[in-house]
């Protein structure tokens, strides 16, 4: 409800004219059809996390792409990262 909210909130005060949704959530369709119908110049995209798929949104989206998971790999921070403060973050070993 929040990201369907915001993105409603976004077009209607003229702050974007593309909205990129990281998600696989049916839950958003309304949010899309709603964005379509009274923003039609917007652009929708739908970015699919790893094994995630909706047909649904991939029809009511302009652009959809899927994340291949090389691409997670790709972009993980250092092992440990450490934060400006000092504190060192280490990645779970199941990553």
Same mark, same amino acid.
């Not at 379509?36 to 790893?50: A, G």
């Not at 991939?58 to 959809?64: E, F, Q, T, V």
């Given at each position: 409800?929040?990201?369907?909210a915001k993105l &409603?909130?976004?077009?209607h005060?003229?702050? +974007?004219d593309?909205i990129?949704?990281?998600?696989g *959530?049916?839950d958003?369709a ?7 119908t &009274?923003?039609p110049r917007?652009?929708i995209? +739908?970015l699919?996390p790893?094994?995630?798929?909706? *047909?649904?949104?991939?029809?009511l989206?302009?652009?959809?792409i899927?994340?291949k998971?090389?691409?997670y ?7 440990p990262f450490?934060?400006? *403060?000092g504190t060192?973050?280490s990645?779970?070993q199941?990553w």
């Amino acid at each position: 409800m929040a990201i369907a909210a915001k993105l &409603l909130e976004l077009l209607h005060n003229n702050k +974007c004219d593309t909205i990129v949704l990281v998600t696989g *959530d049916t839950d958003l369709a309304p949010a899309i059809k709603t964005a379509k119908t &009274l923003f039609p110049r917007t652009t929708i995209v +739908c970015l699919f996390p790893y094994k995630r798929h909706n *047909d649904e949104l991939a029809k009511l989206s302009h652009i959809h792409i899927k994340i291949k998971a090389e691409t997670y790999t790709k972009h993980q921070l250092a092992d440990p990262f450490e934060l400006p *403060d000092g504190t060192r973050i280490s990645k779970p070993q199941s990553w």
